[in-house]
Structures are given as C-alpha cells and as structure tokens.
C-alpha cells in the first residue's frame, strides 16, 4: 500500500471532477438538460464499454439484473441527474458543498437499510453535518432557493449508489458497473427531451466542451479507482472532500462566485462532520478487528 501515492490520485481525481462540473455548468446554459445527459450518458457508456472489451470483459451480462446493480444504476441515474440540474441552476459553489453530504446519507443509510449499529458520536455527527445544510440554505430567510435542493437529491441518489456497491456480486466489474451507469443517462436525457423544447443544434466550442467534460469524468473515475486500490480506504477516503477546495476555486475564478460567510460555515460544518464520520468509522473497524469480532456491532 502507498498512502501518499494513494492521496495525491484522490487529490487529482476531485480537481478532475471540479473542472468537468465547469464544464457541464458552462453546457447547460445554452443546451437543455436532457440533451446534456444523453450526450454524456452515450459518451461515458461507449468509453467505458470500450475500456471493458480492451480488457477482455464483456459488458453484456446476467449481472445488469442483480437487485444491487440495478439498485446501483438507479441511484446513479437519480444523483447524476439531480446534480447535473443543480449545476444549471444554482451556484457552483453550493452545488458542490452540498454534494459533500453524500458521506453522511451513507452512514444514514447504513443504519437504516442494512441494519449497522452506530454509537450516539456518528449520530451526532450526523445530526450537525445536516444543521451544516440547513446553515448554507438558510430556510425562512429570504434567501433560500428551492432549486439547491436538486443538489442535496444529488448527493441522496449517489449515496444509494455507494450502498448499493458495497453489496454488489463480486463477478461484477467496476468497468462494466460504470458503463451501464452512464447508458443509463440515455434514456432519461431522452424523456426530459421529449417533454422539454428538444434537442439544439451544437457547434464547435458545445463539442469541444462535451468531449472535455465526458474525458474528465472518465480520467477523473479512473484516478479514483486507482486511488482506492494504492492506499488504505480509510487515509485515503477523507481526501475526497478537497473537492470543496477545487469547486470553490473554480467557482470563483470561473463564474466570479462570491460565495458568503454562511456559505463557509456552513460547508465547514458538513465536511467536518463528514472527515469525523469517516475516521470513528475507521477507528472502529480498527478496534473491531483487533479484538477479532464481526463487524456487526460497532461500540460508540
């Protein structure tokens, strides 16, 4: 294992991520939302799909229809498609802090759904990491923006997602997972289509910006993937969350966002709740394997 290698690929896959939400941000102010999707759904699935068949894996297999893939690519359709909507309408700034709950939707629906025991530390945690959501909206205020809540149903569809794929089979190839996952785009874009205007007419920058965002989602996916694999989960994982640091910089020098005090505060309040969340988890499983027990019941 090589931490250090390991954070630094975490650090360059999230610098990859806040440069394509740029770039879809910059697409959507002129392209419908549905004719956005399409384009990145066929292009990540095609490319994907490619990578598998250079691998030797085939992308069509029984496993599309296992319930945790197909719970899986649910998730991915409704958190990409949330989040993407956000990018159009609303700051990128916002969009991004709050994406930054998905790590305690997780947790949340750890507990819930597959029954994990959490002390009362994670559930505090938990608690004041969505108080940091409720700082950034600020409801009742004369500045809440009921479209922000496209980006907080982005970060529940992709927590579903991340569930999903802790209990998928093993047979199941991460490539083959992320080109059903991005085919799945297709026909959604289609049907926001149909009951939208319909598709515009692209030129020359359009393409060069659909082609520059589907190639940084895929380098970005990839950068992660071998992030996962070169260091530990638990030191590298925390390191997502310096996607805050790139999209406010993007945000800032690219679409001369301001970004307030509550904006900070609030975002800093859910990424530590976020970091806290992943490094009890950590400890735990540490202490769990150190007295040699299942997993099952976590002490607080």
């Known amino acids: ?41 066929a292009g990540g699935g095609l490319g994907f799909a490619l990578l598998a068949n250079r691998a030797g894996i085939c992308v069509f297999s029984r496993g599309f229809w296992h319930p945790m893939v197909l719970l899986r690519n649910g998730g991915e ?55 940091g959501v409720l700082v950034m909206l600020r409801p009742g ?77 895929m380098a970005s996916y990839h950068a992660l993937t071998l992030a996962m694999r070169e260091g530990e989960v638990g030191f590298v994982t925390p390191f997502r969350y310096v996607r805050v640091v790139f999209g406010f910089a993007v945000a800032w020098v690219i679409f001369a966002e301001r970004p307030d005090l509550w904006m900070f505060v609030g975002a800093a309040i859910v990424v530590g709740a976020g970091l806290y969340t992943l490094i009890r988890e950590r400890r735990v499983a540490r202490a769990v394997r150190a007295a040699g027990q299942a997993p099952s019941a976590c002490p607080p």
């Open 77 to 131: 359709i409704v958190g990409t498609a949330a989040f993407i909507t956000a990018l159009a309408l609303i700051p990128l700034s916002l969009a991004t802090a709050l994406l930054q709950t998905n790590p305690l939707f997780v947790t949340l629906g750890a507990i819930v759904f597959f029954g994990e025991t959490v002390g009362w530390r994670r559930w505090l945690a938990i608690g004041i990491g969505l108080g």
């Open 1 to 41: 294992m090589n931490n250090l290698r390991g954070a630094f690929l975490m650090i360059l896959a999230m610098a990859g991520f806040a440069a394509e939400d740029a770039f879809i941000k910059v697409l959507a102010d002129g392209m419908p939302m549905g004719q956005v999707l399409v384009y990145l759904g």
């Open 141 to 217: 205020f004369g500045v809440f923006d009921p479209n922000a809540l496209f980006a907080v149903l982005g970060a529940l569809g992709l927590a579903v997602r991340d569930l999903a794929l802790r209990h998928r089979p093993a047979s199941v190839h991460p490539l083959q997972l992320s080109a059903w996952g991005f085919s799945m785009l297709v026909p959604v874009g289609l049907c926001m289509l149909a009951l939208d205007a319909g598709a515009v007419r692209i030129g020359g920058e359009e393409a060069l910006l659909l082609v520059g965002a589907i190639a940084l989602g």
